[in-house]
């Protein structure tokens, strides 16, 4: 691959993508029925890598969907009827509750600074869900393992908590016992080509669905999972991402060990920043950040983006009000690291 793209998604895929669609294409994958058994052999065992790999508990089912964006709408037509409270410090956990509100569901809108830890202190004890963003893509926070028990700690027992984890889930060892609702789209740290969405629920957001009862679409979630148990989709899915899905996984093993990489990769990716005269991070507390979404100030962004380009280097743009203060670069675990390396000199010599 010539031209590599550091942007936070759609980003770099797998190297090794080729070879299998080329295997799935031969092996007539890309034209079994989504009813067939061959089919329910692929996803039963795509869940089961999942649930390994990524270590989901035994309580909890894997759904599949097209899009993280769908996972917003499934969570405000199927899981939530009271009100849903929605801390954020981006564009993402704001879309979020945009769509919830479009939706009708009574939503509290929980600002914070992205120089600041999640405010659990403003829990609405009258919200069904708390929702978060875990890698706001569009700033570079990220939720840390400490936030997150500390929220647990502070809901009330019945309150659930909805977690979009669309640019962490697939490189960064998640908790998911610390959370309900739990999805994230491929495209992003999954390396994978868009159109295929993971979605991780507990036993009680299941629990709750059923309460709620809700039918009337073709993805509401009880429809969704009432396939799923039968490894089946409820609609015709994107067979190919799912395969690819499986073979990816297959290869890069246990999060445990890619999560240890992206860790690594972003301590060096620190190093370097601090080195370099003419960057600075945009969320300033290392506490703060997102692993995997990284957002740095920089004064000339455009110049800049262009000159990598010039490289075969595509950088992300910063997003809504840091859009042009800012780029943003995925450290995603597709990306290899000699291509890393190669950004790194380009850095080295055009940070001005
Ligand atoms: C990219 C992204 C989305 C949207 O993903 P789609 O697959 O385009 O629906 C939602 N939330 C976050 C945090 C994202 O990074």
Redesign the pocket.
Known sequence: MRVISFY??PSRVYSDITKYIYEAYMHGILAINHRSDEFMELMAGTKEILYENLHIPKNYQILFTS????C?EIFGQSMIRGKSQHFFNGA?GE??AGHCRNLGIETINTHFDIDGRIPVHKIEPDAEWICI?H???SNGTGISHNSLKLLNKERTPDQLIAI?A??SMGGVDLDFNSGDFWFA?V??CFGLP?GL?ILIVSDRAIQKAQQIHESSHYNSLLNILKNSQNNQTHYTPNILDIYLLYRTQKKSGDMRKVSRKVENRYKLWTDLINDLEYFDWLVKDPELRSPTVMTLVHHDVQNLKKRARSHDIIIGNGYGKWKDSTIRIANFPAIKRKEIERFWSFLRKNSH
Do not use: L
């Not at 899009?67 to 769908?70: C, N, R």
């Open positions: 936070p998604g899009s993280a964006t769908e917003w993402f879309k979020w963003t890698s706001e893509t979009d669309t640019s789209s495209q992003k868009a969405a």
